[in-house]
């Protein structure tokens, strides 16, 4: 049996509902975590966000979805509704959240009709019931002819047990496919309206994520399970970040936050430079981000249809400003140029992030740096090489012995950490090296 066939299957869970009802708070009380941002603005989820819980020992796939305000006729909430009908189709239960303290809405109405037409399990979620004595409140929520609403405090956690509980029994226990450990996580990072969204959709084949001309549309960070061939992706589209930490404030910083908790989960991170505008500071501090959580890094030169630059005026720019010498490609999120190469480029870069060089390799080549340069020396010591081996994959890192670790300096560290990379082929890999006695 492949690895795909054992992959174990999981329920899905959908949690709709209008505008600024809780449902992203909710998303983290079942979870356990602080994934969703959660802010005091209505409308802060606009993308399909999805979550791994646990309850009991039964794993479910929790979908947050956008707040649906069908009334409202801008073309970035009518995309929002249109994640949502999608959420509620793949689902296996949905959540209908509600506040049961503001009543019910036309919003609610709306929604309600949506739900009963899609003929799906639903259960109806009396939020805000911050106390027991306030639970005649979620009576009135039985006009809505979604069978009897369940009380709960998202922000307090009350009722929260007895509603895992009801969820997991509800479940069917078999769903989509859980994430396989040996999945390729990339991480989709940039400054704000480079096109990160356009390029997960452009991958994708569908519009799974929200694309709007307005910067900073998306603000959660949001996985997407992509399958080519025998090789599983888990795309993660984030917020756009900005250089200058006094620019970012309210939502914006806690979505920058999760952009580099993204990060530091993926394995490998695409950094998008707009071609149009050329390599900026941004971008450079956009890569730096990369390189600290230990990311291969794939630059990305996005909107190759709207520009007459070459790869040749590029490359030697990216080569002298971005430390780890990351490879490099060029698409058009609008004709899908490109993309294949890309997902070629992520699959050779993964498998160098996870590979391992044989010790007796690593020490013969060792042997050659020893005779390319002349190691540091101090009050008449010379830092002398002795063997190493790789101790770590993904990404890689190695231990190479010395018989003084205080011989060692910055230039000659990096200097060997690039001959490493440049000898097997770790081009925008994150190579650690640990200089240590023998």
Do not use: C
């Not at 530091?264 to 707009?274: I, M």
């Not at 391992?356 to 540091?376: D, S």
């Amino acid at each position: 049996m492949s690895d795909t066939e054992q992959e174990p299957l999981l329920g899905t869970v959908a949690i709709v509902g209008f505008p600024n009802v809780g449902k992203s708070t909710l998303v983290n009380r079942l979870t356990g975590s602080r994934a969703a941002v959660v802010h005091e603005t209505s409308g802060v989820t606009r993308d399909r966000k999805e979550l791994v819980a646990e309850w009991n020992g039964q794993r479910f796939l929790l979908v947050d979805t956008g707040g649906v305000d069908i009334a409202d006729p801008s073309p970035l909430t009518r995309s929002i509704a249109v994640q949502a009908r999608e959420a509620i189709a793949e689902a296996d239960l949905v959540l209908f959240v509600v506040d049961a303290r503001a009543g019910i809405t036309p919003g609610d109405e709306e929604v309600a009709d949506i739900l009963r037409r899609a003929r799906k399990p639903v259960f109806l979620i009396a939020n805000k019931i911050d106390d027991p004595a306030q639970e005649a409140l979620a009576l009135e929520l039985n006009r809505l002819g979604l069978g009897e609403p369940i009380p709960i405090s998202a922000v307090h956690g009350h009722g929260s047990g007895d509603l895992l509980d009801l969820i997991v029994a509800r479940l069917p226990g078999t769903g989509r496919k859980e994430i396989p450990e040996h999945a390729i996580r990339v991480a989709i990072l940039g400054r704000p309206n480079v096109g990160k969204s356009s390029l997960l959709n452009s991958i994708l084949g569908q519009d799974r994520v929200i694309v709007s001309e307005t910067p900073g549309t998306t603000r959660d960070a949001i996985d997407t399970i992509f399958r080519r061939g025998d090789r599983t992706f888990v795309f993660v589209d984030t917020a756009g970040i900005r250089r200058k930490r006094r620019h970012r404030q309210g939502i914006e910083y806690y979505s920058e936050l999760r952009a580099r908790e993204a990060a530091e989960r993926a394995d490998v991170a695409l950094v998008l430079v707009d071609t149009s505008e050329g390599l900026v500071d941004q971008d450079l501090a956009v890569a730096d981000i990369a390189r600290k959580a230990q990311d291969s890094t794939l630059v990305v030169l996005s909107k190759w249809d709207a520009t007459t630059v070459g790869i040749e005026d590029v490359r030697p720019e990216l080569e002298r400003r971005l430390r780890q010498r990351p490879p490099h490609v060029a698409v058009s999120s609008k004709t899908g140029r490109g993309i294949e190469r890309l997902l070629d480029g992520i699959e050779s870069l993964f498998d160098k992030h996870t590979a391992r060089v044989p010790t007796a390799e690593l020490n013969r080549f060792l042997a050659e740096l020893r005779e390319r340069r002349q190691a540091p020396s101090r009050n008449g010591k010379r830092l002398n090489l002795l063997y190493g081996a790789q101790v770590s994959a993904r990404p890689p890192r190695f231990r190479l012995s010395v018989n003084d670790p205080g011989l060692v300096t910055r230039d000659y560290g990096y200097w060997v950490e690039n001959q490493i990379r440049d000898h097997f082929g770790l081009e925008g890999v994150p190579v650690t090296i640990d200089f240590v006695p023998r």
